[in-house]
T-cell receptor, first 110, second 115 residues
Framework: GENVEQHPSTLSVQEGDSAVIKCTYS??????FPWYKQELGKGPQLIID???NVGEKKDQRIAVTLNKTAKHFSLHITETQPEDSAVYFC?????????WGAGTKLIIKP | DGGITQSPKYLFRKEGQNVTLSCEQN?????MYWYRQDPGQGLRLIYY???????QKGDIAEGYSVSREKKESFPLTVTSAQKNPTAFYLC??????????????FGAGSRLTVL
Protein backbone atom coordinates (compact mmCIF):
# COMPACT_ATOMS: atom_id res chain seq x y z
CA GLY A 1 0.00 0.00 0.00
CA GLU A 2 0.87 3.67 -0.21
CA ASN A 3 3.23 5.31 2.29
CA VAL A 4 3.73 9.07 2.33
CA GLU A 5 6.66 10.68 4.14
CA GLN A 6 6.82 14.41 4.75
CA HIS A 7 9.78 16.64 5.68
CA PRO A 8 10.56 18.69 7.63
CA SER A 9 8.28 18.30 10.63
CA THR A 10 8.87 21.94 11.58
CA LEU A 11 9.99 24.79 9.33
CA SER A 12 10.76 28.30 10.50
CA VAL A 13 11.30 31.03 7.90
CA GLN A 14 11.63 34.79 7.95
CA GLU A 15 8.59 36.70 6.72
CA GLY A 16 9.04 37.41 3.02
CA ASP A 17 11.28 34.39 2.42
CA SER A 18 10.25 31.20 0.62
CA ALA A 19 9.27 27.92 2.24
CA VAL A 20 9.55 24.46 0.72
CA ILE A 21 7.97 21.28 2.11
CA LYS A 22 8.77 17.91 0.55
CA CYS A 23 6.91 14.61 0.39
CA THR A 24 7.80 11.21 -0.98
CA TYR A 25 5.41 8.40 -1.81
CA SER A 26 5.80 4.70 -2.45
CA UNK A 27 2.90 3.63 -4.70
CA UNK A 28 3.73 4.25 -8.35
CA UNK A 29 0.01 3.90 -9.15
CA UNK A 30 -0.85 7.06 -7.19
CA UNK A 31 -2.20 9.80 -9.45
CA UNK A 32 -3.48 12.56 -7.22
CA PHE A 33 -1.48 14.62 -4.71
CA PRO A 34 -3.25 17.32 -2.69
CA TRP A 35 -1.88 19.73 -0.10
CA TYR A 36 -3.99 20.81 2.86
CA LYS A 37 -3.46 23.66 5.31
CA GLN A 38 -4.66 23.36 8.90
CA GLU A 39 -4.91 26.44 11.07
CA LEU A 40 -5.07 26.15 14.83
CA GLY A 41 -8.36 24.71 16.05
CA LYS A 42 -9.72 24.13 12.56
CA GLY A 43 -10.02 21.30 10.09
CA PRO A 44 -7.61 21.03 7.15
CA GLN A 45 -8.47 22.90 3.96
CA LEU A 46 -7.29 22.11 0.43
CA ILE A 47 -4.89 24.75 -0.89
CA ILE A 48 -3.58 23.15 -4.06
CA ASP A 49 -3.44 19.75 -5.75
CA UNK A 50 -1.69 18.16 -8.69
CA UNK A 51 -2.40 15.22 -10.95
CA UNK A 52 0.24 12.80 -12.16
CA ASN A 53 0.10 14.02 -15.76
CA VAL A 54 1.29 17.48 -14.69
CA GLY A 55 4.77 18.44 -13.48
CA GLU A 56 3.97 21.78 -11.87
CA LYS A 57 0.98 23.85 -10.85
CA LYS A 58 0.85 27.41 -9.51
CA ASP A 59 -1.74 29.47 -7.70
CA GLN A 60 -0.50 32.95 -6.82
CA ARG A 61 2.20 32.48 -4.12
CA ILE A 62 1.75 28.73 -3.91
CA ALA A 63 3.15 26.11 -6.27
CA VAL A 64 3.43 22.34 -6.27
CA THR A 65 5.94 20.30 -8.26
CA LEU A 66 5.78 16.58 -8.95
CA ASN A 67 8.56 14.22 -10.00
CA LYS A 68 6.92 10.91 -10.84
CA THR A 69 10.19 9.16 -11.58
CA ALA A 70 11.61 9.98 -8.17
CA LYS A 71 8.18 9.69 -6.49
CA HIS A 72 8.34 13.00 -4.73
CA PHE A 73 6.34 16.21 -4.74
CA SER A 74 6.91 19.55 -3.06
CA LEU A 75 4.97 22.58 -1.90
CA HIS A 76 6.55 25.97 -2.51
CA ILE A 77 5.31 29.13 -0.81
CA THR A 78 6.92 32.39 -1.92
CA GLU A 79 6.89 35.78 -0.15
CA THR A 80 5.65 34.19 3.07
CA GLN A 81 3.25 36.15 5.24
CA PRO A 82 2.14 35.75 8.87
CA GLU A 83 -1.13 34.14 7.75
CA ASP A 84 0.87 31.31 6.18
CA SER A 85 1.65 30.05 9.69
CA ALA A 86 -0.14 26.70 9.98
CA VAL A 87 0.37 22.95 9.70
CA TYR A 88 0.58 21.68 6.13
CA PHE A 89 -0.24 18.11 5.10
CA CYS A 90 0.55 16.35 1.85
CA UNK A 91 -1.31 13.27 0.69
CA UNK A 92 -1.37 10.70 -2.10
CA UNK A 93 -4.28 8.65 -3.35
CA UNK A 94 -4.40 4.88 -3.03
CA UNK A 95 -7.45 2.73 -3.71
CA UNK A 96 -9.68 5.83 -3.76
CA UNK A 97 -8.48 6.91 -0.30
CA UNK A 98 -5.93 9.52 0.70
CA UNK A 99 -2.76 8.51 2.57
CA TRP A 100 -1.44 11.43 4.57
CA GLY A 101 1.99 12.71 5.48
CA ALA A 102 2.69 13.49 9.15
CA GLY A 103 2.46 17.26 8.64
CA THR A 104 4.82 20.23 8.70
CA LYS A 105 4.40 23.07 11.15
CA LEU A 106 5.33 26.26 9.31
CA ILE A 107 6.36 29.18 11.48
CA ILE A 108 6.72 32.63 9.94
CA LYS A 109 9.09 34.84 11.92
CA PRO A 110 8.42 38.60 11.84
CA ASP B 1 -23.69 28.28 3.61
CA GLY B 2 -22.72 24.72 2.75
CA GLY B 3 -20.36 22.89 5.02
CA ILE B 4 -19.75 20.27 7.67
CA THR B 5 -20.79 20.68 11.28
CA GLN B 6 -19.19 18.63 14.03
CA SER B 7 -20.42 18.58 17.59
CA PRO B 8 -19.50 18.83 20.33
CA LYS B 9 -16.29 20.80 19.87
CA TYR B 10 -14.96 19.61 23.23
CA LEU B 11 -15.98 16.49 25.10
CA PHE B 12 -14.82 14.91 28.32
CA ARG B 13 -15.51 11.30 29.14
CA LYS B 14 -14.79 8.94 31.97
CA GLU B 15 -13.09 5.66 31.27
CA GLY B 16 -15.56 2.92 30.40
CA GLN B 17 -18.12 5.24 28.84
CA ASN B 18 -19.19 5.28 25.22
CA VAL B 19 -19.48 8.65 23.50
CA THR B 20 -20.95 9.66 20.16
CA LEU B 21 -19.57 12.45 17.99
CA SER B 22 -21.94 14.08 15.54
CA CYS B 23 -21.13 14.99 11.92
CA GLU B 24 -23.64 16.63 9.58
CA GLN B 25 -23.05 17.94 6.04
CA ASN B 26 -25.25 19.92 3.66
CA UNK B 27 -22.95 19.69 0.66
CA UNK B 28 -24.85 16.80 -0.91
CA UNK B 29 -21.64 14.77 -0.85
CA UNK B 30 -21.91 11.01 -1.22
CA UNK B 31 -18.79 10.09 0.74
CA MET B 32 -18.05 10.81 4.39
CA TYR B 33 -15.00 10.03 6.51
CA TRP B 34 -13.80 9.99 10.11
CA TYR B 35 -10.16 10.67 10.89
CA ARG B 36 -8.22 10.69 14.11
CA GLN B 37 -5.43 13.22 14.59
CA ASP B 38 -2.70 12.85 17.21
CA PRO B 39 0.21 15.27 17.73
CA GLY B 40 3.06 14.72 15.27
CA GLN B 41 1.10 12.25 13.18
CA GLY B 42 -0.83 12.49 9.98
CA LEU B 43 -4.54 11.89 9.69
CA ARG B 44 -5.47 8.29 10.31
CA LEU B 45 -8.66 6.93 8.77
CA ILE B 46 -11.12 5.34 11.19
CA TYR B 47 -14.16 4.65 8.99
CA TYR B 48 -15.52 5.85 5.69
CA UNK B 49 -18.79 5.62 3.83
CA UNK B 50 -19.21 6.04 0.10
CA UNK B 51 -22.98 5.68 0.08
CA UNK B 52 -25.92 5.62 2.47
CA UNK B 53 -26.31 2.40 4.49
CA UNK B 54 -22.78 1.28 3.66
CA UNK B 55 -19.45 1.91 5.38
CA GLN B 56 -15.97 0.38 5.54
CA LYS B 57 -13.28 0.14 8.17
CA GLY B 58 -10.23 2.30 7.82
CA ASP B 59 -6.78 1.69 9.26
CA ILE B 60 -7.70 2.12 12.94
CA ALA B 61 -11.36 1.04 13.28
CA GLU B 62 -10.95 -1.04 16.44
CA GLY B 63 -12.94 0.44 19.31
CA TYR B 64 -15.05 2.66 17.07
CA SER B 65 -18.43 2.25 15.35
CA VAL B 66 -20.38 4.30 12.81
CA SER B 67 -23.72 4.41 11.04
CA ARG B 68 -24.87 6.03 7.79
CA GLU B 69 -28.65 6.04 7.83
CA LYS B 70 -28.90 9.41 6.07
CA LYS B 71 -26.76 10.96 3.36
CA GLU B 72 -26.05 14.06 5.45
CA SER B 73 -25.17 12.34 8.72
CA PHE B 74 -22.26 10.10 9.77
CA PRO B 75 -22.00 9.80 13.59
CA LEU B 76 -18.98 8.17 15.22
CA THR B 77 -19.22 6.26 18.51
CA VAL B 78 -16.05 5.89 20.54
CA THR B 79 -16.60 2.79 22.63
CA SER B 80 -15.02 1.71 25.89
CA ALA B 81 -13.04 -0.82 23.86
CA GLN B 82 -10.89 1.98 22.41
CA LYS B 83 -7.75 1.84 24.54
CA ASN B 84 -6.48 5.36 23.96
CA PRO B 85 -9.40 7.53 22.85
CA THR B 86 -8.05 10.95 23.81
CA ALA B 87 -7.52 12.68 20.45
CA PHE B 88 -8.79 15.24 17.97
CA TYR B 89 -11.43 13.76 15.66
CA LEU B 90 -12.10 15.14 12.20
CA CYS B 91 -15.06 14.42 9.97
CA UNK B 92 -14.89 15.06 6.23
CA UNK B 93 -17.01 14.62 3.14
CA UNK B 94 -16.36 14.53 -0.59
CA UNK B 95 -18.05 13.85 -3.88
CA UNK B 96 -17.38 10.35 -5.17
CA UNK B 97 -15.05 10.72 -8.14
CA UNK B 98 -14.21 7.70 -10.24
CA UNK B 99 -10.64 8.96 -10.76
CA UNK B 100 -9.91 9.09 -7.01
CA UNK B 101 -9.26 12.85 -6.99
CA UNK B 102 -11.62 13.42 -4.10
CA UNK B 103 -11.45 16.90 -2.60
CA UNK B 104 -12.26 16.58 1.07
CA UNK B 105 -14.17 19.22 3.02
CA PHE B 106 -13.43 18.97 6.73
CA GLY B 107 -15.38 19.95 9.79
CA ALA B 108 -13.76 21.96 12.60
CA GLY B 109 -13.14 18.85 14.67
CA SER B 110 -14.10 17.44 18.06
CA ARG B 111 -11.54 17.15 20.84
CA LEU B 112 -12.22 14.18 23.10
CA THR B 113 -10.47 13.89 26.45
CA VAL B 114 -10.79 10.81 28.63
CA LEU B 115 -10.39 11.56 32.31
Amino acid sequence: GENVEQHPSTLSVQEGDSAVIKCTYSDSASNYFPWYKQELGKGPQLIIDIRSNVGEKKDQRIAVTLNKTAKHFSLHITETQPEDSAVYFCAGDSNYQLIWGAGTKLIIKP
Amino acid sequence: DGGITQSPKYLFRKEGQNVTLSCEQNLNHDAMYWYRQDPGQGLRLIYYSQIVNDFQKGDIAEGYSVSREKKESFPLTVTSAQKNPTAFYLCASSPNRADGANVLTFGAGSRLTVL
